[in-house]
């Protein structure tokens, strides 16, 4: 027999013997308990409906906390629930805590020396947008559930979406880092069903050649940088911090050391300079100073912005890079070297480069040369 409602999802039973039973429906699960108290089965409610819903937000540290907080207290007789110790935990465990909004200011300054200005006022407009909706509240605080039920607006746009999910989790794992939170809330969220991944757009041979052609006449500071990106597929980033010890043109080597590369797990990779790469290299670069001279990443990206235009070739995201892959892939068929030199996993060359350039294309890809020039290896294309 029902004899108390507790909460929104619990009940108080009271069986033929007197005796009561605390219930509560979860996720389509009832779970139960025999209590002494009405109060005592108020507070199984909410320990099960917390626990319940919100695990996979907290952290076993969290609860382990919690509950040893929990034994202390009882100890010293003070009425306390494990769901308020929880909630407590979640707002006050970090000293220095800091806002949303706080937290989002100091990582676009940090951001500013890290990515073009491309790339940061991407992350200004989705992080504002967040800050519309979460700023003031402390980042330790954000649960996965609420950033699911955020990113779903960008459900109907799965490009929106993925930009979002992407930024956002940047930013977590910033916070992480200086310990405003002990959890990314953004890690392994489920995508749209109708997610595709953005398209990779190369280059043509003919666009590739004008491209390189401009430079040579009108501004050979971006040839390396070109070069580097078409002919080596390096990250726009990495071409930029690149030093002269990175270059070795003697062992016809390239080496990316963890500092400058992008990827998350910052791994070095060692490769050889295709043929290509080393006529350009031998003709423009000197071993003597920086591959790029450029004092920012904003400034050679504004410059690499205006020789596109200028040559008129259409510029759409990582092209040069996007190219590399392609007719590197067209080449060789080996996915596991090309992904060796460009530093992704496997699986991406694969989804993304297999079978979009026919072979005799990339021979002529990378039998493009600067003005006057013999490439070096033709043959062995």
């Not at 990113?151 to 794992?173: G, H, I």
């Not at 280059?203 to 430079?215: F, H, I, N, W």
């Amino acid at each position: 027999m029902k004899i108390a409602t507790l909460g929104e999802r619990g009940s108080l039973l009271k069986d033929k013997h007197g005796r009561l039973k605390a219930t509560v429906t979860v996720n389509g699960k009832q779970y139960q308990k025999r209590v002494k108290s009405e109060d005592e089965g108020r507070q199984f409610v909410l320990s099960v409906e917390l626990e319940r819903d919100d695990r996979d937000e907290l952290s076993a540290k969290q609860l382990n906390d919690a509950s040893n907080a929990l034994h202390l207290l009882r100890k010293q007789k003070v009425d306390v629930s494990f769901v308020d110790l929880v909630r407590y935990y979640l707002d006050n465990a970090f000293e220095g805590v800091v806002s949303v909004s706080d937290a989002v200011e100091e990582y676009l300054q940090k951001s500013a020396a890290r990515v073009c200005e491309g790339t940061l006022n991407g992350y200004k407009r989705i992080l504002k947008n967040f800050c519309a909706s979460f700023g003031q509240r402390k980042v330790a605080s954000i649960k996965r559930k609420e950033m699911i039920e955020y990113l779903a607006q960008f459900n109907a746009k799965p490009p929106q979406w993925l930009n979002a999910q992407r930024c956002l989790s940047k930013f977590f794992v910033e916070c992480e880092k200086y310990e405003y939170c002990t959890e990314n809330p953004c890690r392994l969220l489920e995508a749209p069903r109708n997610l595709k991944a953005p398209a990779r757009e190369y280059l043509s041979v003919e666009d590739a050649t004008k491209l390189m052609r401009y430079a040579e006449e009108h501004d050979k500071r971006l040839i390396v940088y070109l070069a580097l990106g078409l002919f080596g597929g390096l990250r726009p980033s990495e071409a930029f911090r690149m030093e002269a010890k990175h270059i070795n043109l003697k062992t016809g080597y390239i080496y990316i050391s963890a500092d400058i590369t992008k990827t998350h797990s910052f791994k070095e990779r060692t490769f050889q300079i295709e043929p290509t790469l080393m006529n350009w290299l031998r003709k423009y670069y000197d071993p003597k100073s920086r591959p790029v001279d450029f004092k920012d990443e904003n400034a050679i990206c504004f410059a690499i912005r205006q020789a596109f235009k200028k040559a008129g070739v259409k510029k759409s995201g990582d092209v040069l890079r996007h190219s590399y892959g392609t007719y590197r892939f067209a080449l060789t068929g080996n996915s596991a070297e090309t992904a060796s030199v460009m530093g992704h996993a496997e699986a991406v060359g694969l989804k993304y480069y297999r079978g979009r350039a026919p072979k005799d294309e990339a021979i002529r890809f990378f039998a493009i040369r600067p003005q006057d020039e013999v490439l070096v290896g033709i043959d062995s294309l």
